[in-house]
């Protein structure tokens, strides 16, 4: 099983963290490759900056699609940014699972209690994933969202700065807002989970290691991608202004759609 995994921002240390915990948590068998936004913002805080990376992360997906037959194709997607920068639209992009490690953490976590609490590292961030929280529908199990609430040094070095402050709202979190399980959230937290297992009183889930997790379970129920239905490719019509790759990509999937179903596939004259 190969998996293709998409660091959303452009920071090349939070890619070295996402690197690592990803092979600590693939199984034997799983290849990696692992890539970073190519244009974007240092770390993500706000639902604008989110809009950006998800133009970064459809390219490197169309990069490893059926657009290209010398392409390097990989058996699964995950976008590796909490609040899953593009998703669920990138859904609709290729035949293989793409899964984000919100949605990857959310549902470890409904697994393994009622409530859960996130702790997040910027006070800015909060709005947006709450949202995340309710379009998945578990508005209702979140306990809180505690967060940093103090200016960063570095995105690569949050562990490092801030280790007690997460250990703190961690445990705050389960002591004051009933959390059954914590969410050490976003990439520059990855690894963090190992790191501070026995401190937090409850489980606690690394958004990477759920996300690469996850994504190896769905793969291997080889369930088949949307041809119907809300996640089905877009519609064949004009277009003009894309990349070459990413209007290989979606020429690739609209076919393969249409060859799967019965439709036709003609691109409109103008494309």
């Known amino acids: 099983m190969k998996l293709l995994v998409i660091n959303p ?17 693939a199984g034997p068998d799983t290849e990696l490759v692992v890539r970073t936004a190519g244009h974007g913002v240092e770390y993500i805080e706000t639902r604008f900056e989110s ?7 459809a390219e490197i997906i169309a990069e490893h699609s059926g657009g290209d037959p010398a392409a ?7 976008v590796a940014a909490f609040g899953d920068p593009g998703m669920p639209a990138l ?3 290729c035949d ?9 953490a959310l549902c470890a976590a409904a697994l393994q209690g009622q409530r859960f609490s996130i702790i997040a590292i910027s006070d800015r961030i909060t709005a947006w994933y709450r949202d995340c929280v309710e379009h998945f529908g578990l508005g209702g199990r979140l306990a809180s969202i505690r967060s940093i609430n103090q200016s960063l040094n570095g995105i690569g070095s949050v562990q490092r700065d801030f280790k007690e402050t997460l250990l703190a709202l961690s445990r705050q979190a389960v002591a004051e807002d009933g959390a059954d399980v914590v969410i050490l959230a976003g990439a520059p937290l990855a690894g963090l989970a190992r790191e501070l297992e026995g401190q937090i009183p409850v489980p606690v889930v690394d958004g990477i290691s759920a996300g690469i997790r996850m994504t190896e379970a769905v793969v291997a129920l080889q369930s088949g991608f949307h041809r119907q239905g809300a996640f089905a490719p877009p519609p064949i ?8 790759k990413l209007d290989a990509a979606l020429t690739a ?5 249409a060859s799967a179903t019965g439709a036709p596939n003609a691109v409109p004259a103008g494309k």
């Open 9 to 25: 921002n452009i920071s090349e240390e939070v890619t070295a963290l996402i690197d690592a915990e990803a092979k600590r948590s």
């Open 51 to 57: 809009l950006i990376a998800a133009g970064a992360v």
């Open 72 to 78: 390097d194709r990989v058996d699964g997607v995950v």
């Open 91 to 93: 859904k609709e992009l």
């Open 96 to 104: 293989v699972p793409v899964i984000g490690i919100t949605e990857a």
């Open 237 to 244: 019509k004009r277009r003009q202004g894309l990349s070459e």
């Open 253 to 257: 999937i609209q076919a393969a759609t």
